[in-house]
């Protein structure tokens, strides 16, 4: 498997998120830019608290699945994050989600 650090971070940040209650049950995501045109990101139907490296998916910012498993279904908005704001890079859903929703619309 390719980008066993990164998985393993996000691992750490999807236990540490569980382990604190900011997730529960099956919500929320994470992925991480690891190089211009590649996403690192946990599966559909995955539990933060309980991910491991095969839960990880890499993903083209074309969409186009690499390698692993069917990406998070919220894989769009996470594309779309990483094309408009190139400084990011890592996102977690939902709550990167609503916090990009109250910036658009302030605008």
Same mark, same amino acid.
């Given at each position: 498997?390719?980008? $066993?650090?990164?998985? %393993? /971070? !996000? !691992?750490?940040?999807g236990?540490l998120m569980? %382990?604190k %209650?900011?997730?529960s049950?099956?919500?929320?995501? !994470?992925?991480?830019?690891? %190089? @211009?045109?590649? !996403?690192?990101?946990?599966?559909r ?12 998916a ?5 969409g186009r699945? $690499?390698?692993?498993? @069917?990406?998070?279904? @919220?894989?769009?908005?996470h594309? /779309? $994050?990483?094309?408009?704001?190139? /400084?990011?890079k890592?996102?977690?859903?939902? /709550?990167?989600?609503?916090?990009? @929703?109250?910036r658009?619309?302030?605008?």
């Amino acid at each position: 498997m390719k980008y $066993i650090n990164q998985s %393993d /971070e !996000i !691992i750490s940040v999807g236990r540490l998120m569980w %382990d604190k %209650d900011l997730v529960s049950g099956f919500n929320g995501n !994470i992925s991480l830019r690891v %190089d @211009e045109g590649q !996403i690192l990101m946990t599966g559909r139907g995955t539990c933060l608290g309980r991910l491991a490296r095969q839960d990880m998916a890499l993903v083209g910012l074309d969409g186009r699945l $690499i390698d692993g498993p @069917e990406p998070t279904s @919220e894989r769009l908005l996470h594309f /779309e $994050i990483y094309r408009h704001f190139p /400084e990011v890079k890592a996102v977690q859903l939902p /709550e990167a989600g609503t916090y990009f @929703e109250r910036r658009m619309t302030r605008r």
